[in-house]
């Protein structure tokens, strides 16, 4: 298309803007006596050369619970506009995965009370295309469960699993990244994470130790998983320069990610992935709706990288913060004076460094003498607490406001 027109126009300027392609010619109307500028807005997705074996899971059914009280049980992290940009992680996500990938072929797995957040915040994304787990059951049985959908789509599927809670700050690398990862699941039978380098000693992280070379660049063997190590062992594995960062992204093949799958799900999955029973996918959502309390309450990391056999890591630069915890958070936002984070519009300061602040917009707070703590505000709720490690002592608040007020304060 673009050659076409620029045959037809040689003076084209051709811009690329996000969703769309914008032409822009300037050609002279001898009747008119003057030069004319026509734009011609053409649909982008309509021009992207989709592989349209690449697939995307995108994990959107988490409660958000080590950011609340902002993030709530009626309405976690992941539909929330953090940061005041007009847009939620989810749709950030999405936006940033339909640049490359087929919005066909983009399947958002949550819980069945998100359902129609999902909807309301993605539009665009069809009712198949969303998975409604009818109970929480981790994220290792809804990507069994998505891997079968796709299969019975297309048994050449590549499929990369996206958390929907993540900051990446250079989208065009994180982009080739991707492909060259569905690239590679799609020439071997592996399963592929992708680690970034650890630019701090973070306790909230997952980590994940290299083992040898393989022949592909950047790609190393998996050694080990460490889930949340405590501090002096996170800076340990840093200095080493053995440990990345475990993005908790996870590319497959899904065929193989079947037969992975099937050692950890050998029941359940025959019942809705079986080639004696004809399939359509209202047996597979009863199924899902008979037999999905008994899937173990496993994360795709523990239940199937950590177990298997021919895992790898793709060593990655796009740069990645998961927003899982709010020391985390102000580790990864851009630091205020007194090295405070400040994510509310009204705030006064006084003598006070190290802190990171969310109240709803309509709030004023004004703090003294504060030294490393969270001030975190939403609803009915106010948490002010130290800042170092926080996400164990997050939880702990939660049990015992749950146990002693119930849970119109989750």
Same mark, same amino acid.
């Given at each position: 298309?673009?050659?076409?027109?620029?045959?037809?126009?040689?003076?084209?300027?051709?811009?690329?803007?996000?969703?769309?392609?914008?032409?822009?010619?300037?050609?002279?109307?001898?009747?008119?006596?003057?030069?004319?500028?026509?734009? +011609?807005?053409?649909?982008?997705?309509?021009?992207?050369?989709?592989?349209?074996?690449?697939? &995307? !899971?995108?994990?959107?059914?988490?409660?958000?619970?080590?950011?609340?009280?902002?993030?709530? %049980?009626?309405?976690?992290?992941?539909?929330?506009?953090? +940061?005041?940009?007009?847009?939620?992680?989810?749709?950030?996500?999405? /936006?940033?995965?339909?640049?490359?990938?087929?919005?066909?072929?983009?399947?958002?797995?949550?819980?069945? %009370?998100?359902?129609?957040?999902?909807?309301?915040?993605?539009?665009? !994304?069809?009712?198949?295309?969303?998975?409604?787990?009818?109970? *929480?059951?981790?994220?290792?049985?809804?990507?069994?469960?998505?891997?079968?959908?796709?299969?019975?789509?297309?048994?050449?599927?590549?499929?990369?699993?996206?958390?929907?809670?993540?900051?990446?700050?250079?989208?065009?690398?994180?982009?080739?990244?991707?492909? =060259?990862g569905l690239d590679w699941v799609g020439e071997n039978d592996g399963l592929l994470t992708m680690g970034?380098?650890?630019?701090?000693?973070?306790?909230?992280?997952?980590?994940?130790?290299? #083992?040898?070379?393989?022949?592909?660049? *950047?790609?190393?063997?998996?050694?080990?998983?460490?889930?949340?190590?405590?501090?002096?062992?996170?800076?340990?594995?840093?200095?080493?320069?053995? +440990?990345?960062?475990?993005? #908790?992204? +996870?590319?497959?093949?899904?065929?193989?990610?079947?037969?992975?799958?099937?050692?950890?799900?050998? $029941?359940?999955?025959?019942?809705?992935?079986?080639?004696?029973?004809?399939?359509?996918?209202?047996?597979?959502?009863? &199924?899902?709706?008979?037999?999905?309390?008994?899937?173990?309450?496993? $994360?795709?990391?523990?239940?199937?990288?950590?177990?298997? @056999?021919? !895992?790898?890591?793709?060593?990655?630069?796009?740069?990645?913060?998961?927003?899982?915890?709010?020391?985390?958070?102000? /580790?990864?936002?851009?630091?205020? %004076? #007194? @090295?405070?984070?400040?994510? $509310?519009?009204?705030?006064?300061?006084?003598? =006070?460094?190290?802190?990171?602040?969310?109240?709803?917009?309509?709030?004023?707070?004004?703090? *003294?003498?504060?030294? #490393?703590?969270?001030?975190? %505000?939403?609803?009915?709720?106010?948490?002010? =607490?130290?800042?170092?490690? $926080?996400?164990?002592?997050?939880?702990?608040?939660?049990?015992?406001?749950?146990?002693?007020?119930?849970?119109?304060?989750?």
């Open positions: 298309m673009r050659l076409y027109l620029r045959k037809l126009w040689p003076r084209g300027v051709i811009k690329k803007h996000k969703y769309l392609w914008v032409y822009a010619i300037k050609t002279n109307f001898a009747r008119y006596k003057r030069k004319h500028q026509v734009v +011609f807005i053409l649909d982008y997705n309509a021009m992207k050369n989709f592989n349209e074996n690449n697939y &995307c !899971v995108i994990l959107a059914g988490g409660k958000g619970k080590r950011l609340w009280p902002v993030s709530r %049980e009626n309405m976690p992290k992941q539909f929330l506009d953090f +940061f005041s940009t007009g847009r939620t992680l989810l749709q950030q996500t999405y /936006e940033r995965i339909a640049r490359f990938i087929n919005p066909d072929n983009i399947l958002v797995a949550t819980n069945r %009370e998100y359902v129609e957040l999902v909807s309301e915040q993605l539009p665009q !994304v069809p009712k198949m295309n969303i998975l409604a787990e009818p109970v *929480n059951r981790n994220t290792a049985p809804s990507v069994a469960w998505a891997t079968c959908r796709i299969l019975h789509r297309n048994m050449d599927a590549r499929l990369v699993v996206v958390p929907s809670d993540q900051m990446i700050l250079d989208e065009a690398a994180f982009e080739h990244d991707v492909d =060259c970034v380098k650890p630019t701090r000693p973070e306790p909230g992280y997952g980590y994940i130790q290299l #083992g040898e070379v393989n022949p592909a660049e *950047n790609i190393f063997k998996v050694k080990s998983f460490t889930e949340k190590p405590d501090r002096e062992f996170a800076r340990m594995f840093m200095e080493s320069g053995e +440990f990345y960062w475990n993005t #908790g992204l +996870f590319l497959a093949r899904c065929d193989y990610l079947r037969v992975c799958l099937k050692r950890i799900f050998p $029941s359940v999955l025959r019942m809705i992935d079986s080639d004696e029973v004809e399939y359509s996918v209202e047996k597979e959502e009863q &199924c899902i709706e008979d037999h999905y309390s008994v899937y173990p309450n496993l $994360s795709i990391d523990y239940g199937v990288l950590e177990k298997g @056999d021919n !895992v790898y890591m793709m060593k990655c630069t796009f740069g990645w913060a998961d927003l899982g915890t709010w020391h985390s958070m102000y /580790e990864t936002m851009s630091k205020g %004076e #007194g @090295d405070n984070v400040i994510l $509310s519009k009204r705030v006064m300061l006084d003598n =006070c460094r190290g802190n990171i602040v969310k109240l709803p917009d309509d709030h004023i707070a004004v703090l *003294n003498n504060l030294d #490393g703590y969270i001030v975190a %505000e939403k609803g009915n709720v106010l948490l002010v =607490c130290k800042k170092e490690d $926080s996400s164990a002592l997050v939880r702990k608040y939660i049990n015992e406001v749950q146990m002693e007020e119930g849970e119109e304060f989750l």
